[in-house]
Antibody
Framework: QVQLVESGGGVVQPGRSLRLSCAAS????????MHWVRQAPGKGLEWVAV????????YYVDSVKGRVTISRDNSRNRVYLQMNSLRGEDTAVYYC??????????????????WGKGTTVTVSS | SYELTQPPSVSVSPGQTASITCSGD??????VCWYQQKPGQSPVLVIY???MRPSGIPERFSGSNSGNTATLTIRGTQAMDEADYYC?????????FGGGTKLTVL
């Protein structure tokens, strides 16, 4: 079955960096786009970033642009989120999410279908 | 920037029909997903592409999307359906989530 296991979270001081990792199994990783979505304590879901199956395309939410980089290693079935210049508002549970797609008449529709259990990032001095 | 608006809470009696709305400008021109999140758990996809149910999701869950409003409908609501529900759509290569709706079954 599809499994996504996040790691790398922890307590970090403002301004420091952290690298999250997500180990994927149970599906064709190299054919799937991968996302990171976060959820601040007691708050709703916020999409952070996505990377296409081949790593060519990546998109970010405005609030993290320039500070966060998504990457992947298809040989290791892993996706990463490098977070720099961390702020208090980055405190959240970070979920790794697998993509799936529907072929349309023109192009594809992509949706997030399976979520990991998340890893917690706390930014605090 | 694009926004999706959901009511903060919806209440329903067991066995009745619950409707959760998600509003956005010309939302009917986009595809909508719905996610269910129970306390302490990760979100679970319950509807994608407006109306499609992933395998394993009960038939009592259905979705629709037209005009400026998408709706998640749960028929014969059960106690186990009590959860937070989030709608999601894409806008200019950015995934947008609604603020979430807490469904209470009482």
């Amino acid at each position: 079955q599809v499994q996504l296991v996040e790691s790398g979270g922890g307590v970090v001081q403002p301004g420091r960096s952290l690298r999250l990792s997500c180990a994927a199994s149970g599906f064709s990783f190299s054919n799937s786009g991968m996302h990171w979505v976060r959820q601040a304590p007691g708050k709703g879901l916020e999409w952070v970033a996505v990377m296409s199956y081949d790593g060519r395309n990546k998109y970010y939410v405005d609030s993290v642009k320039g500070r966060v980089t998504i990457s992947r290693d298809n040989s290791r079935n892993r996706v990463y989120l490098q977070m720099n210049s961390l702020r208090g508002e980055d405190t959240a549970v970070y979920y790794c999410v697998k993509d799936d797609e529907v072929k349309l008449r023109r192009g594809y529709y992509y949706y997030m279908d399976v979520w990991g259990k998340g890893t917690t990032v706390t930014v605090s001095s | 920037s694009y926004e999706l608006t959901q009511p903060p809470s919806v209440s329903v009696s067991p066995g009745q029909t619950a409707s959760i709305t998600c509003s956005g400008d010309k939302l009917g021109d986009k595809y909508v997903c719905w996610y269910q999140q129970k306390p302490g758990q990760s979100p679970v996809l319950v509807i994608y592409q407006d109306t499609m149910r992933p395998s394993g999701i009960p038939e009592r869950f259905s979705g629709s999307n037209s005009g400026n409003t998408a709706t998640l409908t749960i028929r014969g609501t059960q106690a186990m359906d009590e959860a937070d529900y989030y709608c999601q759509a894409w806008d200019s290569s950015t995934a947008i989530f609604g603020g979430g709706t807490k469904l209470t079954v009482l």
